[in-house]
């Protein structure tokens, strides 16, 4: 449960030697099937300690669901969000 909603989590893990991986963390809301959260690392850039968690929100275009915002903050592998940017 995240902020109160029932969500899947899938963990998905990009490897390609003998570069480190990316890990991303995907939280899928259980009613509306639309990926509310994601934790990732970005393996290449360095970012690998603290994952960063994206927020992502969503609005109906011709009848369709399209991503229309996505809000980045650090955090932890909980996704809890640190202060700041």
């Known amino acids: ?27 899928t809301n259980i009613a509306s099937g639309l990926i509310d959260h994601f934790l990732f690392t970005v393996a290449e850039f360095n970012v690998v300690e603290t994952p ?3 927020k992502v929100e969503y609005e109906v275009v011709a009848g369709l669901q399209i991503s229309s915002e ?12 640190a202060d700041g940017p």
């Open 70 to 81: 996505r809000k980045y903050k650090r955090s932890s592998w909980e996704p809890e969000t």
């Open 1 to 27: 449960m995240l902020q109160g909603i029932q969500q899947e989590v899938v963990k998905v893990i990009f490897e390609s030697d003998p570069k480190p991986k990316d890990i991303y963390q995907l939280y």
């Open 52 to 54: 960063l968690l994206m």
